[in-house]
C-alpha cells in the first residue's frame, strides 16, 4: 500500500472548516483513499473513502486532486468534539486484505 | 446497532497469568483483526480472520493466540502476558468481499501486565 504524508498538527477554530490535507503520491490505481478518526484513545472511527471522484457524507467531504496524488478532508463546520486524531490511508485490499495500516496522523485540535 | 463489543475494557493482570480478551461484531461481517496501539508506534495489527476457521498472522502476532470457531466472535488470547504486552487493543471488523467499505473498531481494551 502507497505511504502517506500528513501534517502532525493544525488547528481550527469552533465553527470553521477544518481542512486536512494528505499527501499520497505513490498512490496507485486501485487504491482508495480512506479516512478515520480517533477521539482520545477510543476505537477508529471511519469518515469517508474515495477512489477517484470528490466524496461528501454526512460528516465530511473528501477532495481528491485529478492526478490522485493527494487529498484533503473537509469538516465543514469544526466542533469541539471534532478534536481528534485524523488518519489517511491508502489501501487496496489484495495480499493486505483488511489490514489498514495506520500512520501518525493528524492532530487536530478545534477551538472555542 | 451495528457494533463491535470488546471485553473487558480494562485489564490489570500479572506476567504469566493466561488471559482472554473477548470480541463480538453484529454485523455478519466475515472479516475481524486485532490491533494493538501504543506511543509511537501507532496502530499495528496483530492477528486477522477472513472467516470462520481461518486465521492468519498480522504484523505482530508473536505471543498471542486466535480463535475464530464462530463468525460473531474473535477472541485473543494471550496465553503467558508479559510487561511488552502491556498497550491498547482494538479488534476490528469489516466485510470481506467488497473493497469499497468500512472497517468497524470496538471500544478498545486496555491492558497492563505487572
Known amino acids: 500500500d502507497a505511504k502517506t504524508t500528513q501534517p502532525t498538527s493544525m488547528d481550527c477554530a469552533e465553527g470553521r472548516a477544518a481542512n486536512l490535507p494528505c499527501n499520497h503520491s505513490t498512490i496507485s490505481g486501485n487504491e482508495y483513499v480512506y479516512w478515520y478518526r480517533q477521539i482520545h484513545s477510543q476505537g477508529p472511527q471511519y469518515i469517508i473513502h474515495g477512489l477517484k471522484n470528490n466524496e461528501t457524507n454526512e460528516m465530511a467531504s473528501l477532495i481528491i486532486t485529478e492526478d490522485r496524488k493527494s487529498s484533503t478532508l473537509i469538516l465543514p463546520h469544526a466542533t469541539l468534539r471534532d478534536t481528534a486524531v485524523y488518519y489517511c490511508?491508502?489501501?487496496?485490499?489484495?495480499?493486505?486484505?483488511?489490514?489498514?495500516?495506520f500512520g501518525q496522523g493528524t492532530i487536530l485540535t478545534v477551538h472555542p | 446497532e451495528a457494533q463491535v463489543t470488546q471485553n473487558p475494557r480494562y485489564l490489570i493482570t500479572v506476567t504469566g497469568k493466561k488471559l482472554t480478551v473477548t470480541c463480538s461484531q453484529n454485523?455478519?461481517?466475515?472479516?475481524m483483526s486485532w490491533y494493538r496501539q501504543d506511543p509511537g508506534l501507532g496502530l499495528r495489527q496483530i492477528y486477522y480472520?477472513?472467516?470462520?476457521?481461518?486465521?492468519d498472522k498480522g504484523d505482530v502476532p508473536e505471543g498471542y493466540k486466535v480463535s475464530r470457531k464462530e463468525k460473531r466472535n474473535f477472541p485473543l488470547i494471550l496465553e503467558s502476558p508479559s510487561p511488552n504486552q502491556t498497550s491498547l487493543y482494538f479488534c476490528?471488523?469489516?466485510?470481506?468481499?467488497?473493497?469499497?467499505?468500512?472497517?468497524?473498531f470496538g471500544q478498545g481494551t486496555r491492558l497492563t501486565v505487572v
Open positions: 490511508i491508502v489501501y487496496a485490499g489484495g495480499t493486505s486484505y483488511g489490514k489498514l495500516t
Open positions: 480472520s477472513m472467516n470462520v476457521e481461518v486465521t
Open positions: 476490528a471488523s469489516s466485510h470481506r468481499t467488497v473493497l469499497n467499505t468500512e472497517a468497524f
Open positions: 454485523m455478519n461481517h466475515e472479516y
